[in-house]
């Protein structure tokens, strides 16, 4: 799967600003320095309605898929580091 990064920038305003800078963390820090697997993952992740993406990102469930919850637990992990 071929990454078009400025569409992923775009994709990642959700909205609802605290999923915008969540989600533009992640692409302004990670995602450039990701490896091709991750990059496709947090493609599809961002194709995942907001409800979801928001209740993953609290917490509040968990991601039906493992390279999901890994950029989730990153996002989460930000202000830990």
Request: overall charge negative.
């Amino acid at each position: 799967m071929t990454v078009d990064e400025s569409r992923l920038r775009w994709r990642c305003r959700r909205g609802m600003r605290e999923l915008d800078q969540l989600l533009g963390w992640y692409f302004e820090q990670r995602f450039v320095r990701s490896g091709d697997g991750a990059k496709a993952a947090f493609a599809e992740l961002l194709e995942q309605p907001d409800p979801e993406l928001w209740s993953w990102l609290l917490g509040q469930s968990t991601p039906p898929r493992p390279d999901w919850l890994s950029i989730i637990d990153e996002i989460r992990s930000r202000d830990r580091v």
